[in-house]
């Protein structure tokens, strides 16, 4: 019997030591700004495996594990939502955490767009671990390309050659219309160097890219803009991310 007190003292210990590294994060307060995700992600798969639902109340972390319940809080109205983690981002520097656009309604985020935030680990919790990986590597925003109301391209003639040498892109053409203020980033004769830069301004994370293609003086342009944002307060803390990113863009006013 006495032999016996140390071992369970020694696992006692071990457990106890277990459950104090599993619950170390709960009340951890991080800051920096809050975003939304795009109404266009509804329905794709999430990187834990979930199916991404703009009505529900989960968020983006870069880190966190799937499943952390959070407690994000507008700094500049101290109202508060409660979310899990169940993504991963987002991948603008400065921002920690994007929110479903209800979880933004309820704090007053998505008339922002992006606001300061307080978020608050309320639990660890690793109810969705066993989820299966999403089905391809592809990140959940892709780049939209938007074009105007024009006659239908001709059909590549199949015995047209093609030279597959150059820059060759897989594009999801979604057709779109900006009604707000957006960012003009740039302006291109050839569309590869338009692709160039929406592809180069992706994989840093801003990934509300749209291509607009334009005629001036009979020439076609190919424009690069960002965002469609309601307000242009809203758009000119974008630019002012777009700059520190190192992307000099001009407001474009609707």
């Known amino acids: 019997m006495q032999n016996l007190f140390p071992k369970l003292f020694f696992f006692t210990c071990l457990i106890f030591s277990n459950l104090s590294l ?3 994060q709960e009340g951890v307060v991080l800051n920096g700004q809050a975003s939304y995700y795009h109404d266009k992600f509804d329905g ?3 990187a834990s495996g979930e199916v991404f639902d703009q009505n529900g109340m989960t968020c983006a972390h870069k880190t966190l594990d799937f499943g952390t319940i959070l407690k994000v809080t507008n700094l500049e109205n101290n109202l508060s939502v409660t979310v899990r983690v169940n993504d991963r981002g987002p991948f603008v520097e400065g921002r920690i955490v ?4 209800a ?4 704090i ?3 008339e922002m767009g992006v606001c300061n935030a307080k978020v608050e680990i309320i639990s660890i ?3 969705i671990a066993s989820l299966p990986p999403p089905q391809n590597n592809e990140p959940v925003g892709t780049t939209t390309v938007i074009l105007p109301k024009e006659p239908a391209p001709k059909p590549v003639v199949q015995n047209e050659p093609v030279d597959f040498k150059s820059f060759t892109y897989r594009i999801s053409v979604n ?3 900006i009604s707000g203020f957006t960012i003009q980033l740039g302006a291109f004769a050839k569309i590869e160097n338009a692709f160039k830069l929406a592809e180069e301004l992706h994989s840093k994370g801003f990934n509300e890219t749209f291509l607009y293609k334009s005629v001036t003086n009979g020439n076609e342009y190919y424009r690069i803009l960002y ?3 309601l307000s242009g307060a809203s758009a000119k803390l974008f630019q002012n991310q777009l700059l520190e990113a190192g992307y000099k863009g001009i407001l474009v006013v609707p």
């Open 22 to 24: 599993l619950f170390s």
């Open 44 to 46: 794709r798969m999430t």
């Open 98 to 101: 994007d929110l479903t656009k």
């Open 103 to 106: 979880a933004a309604q309820k």
């Open 108 to 110: 007053g985020l998505y």
């Open 125 to 127: 919790n690793d109810q």
């Open 175 to 177: 057709k779109d219309s």
């Open 227 to 229: 965002g469609d944002f």
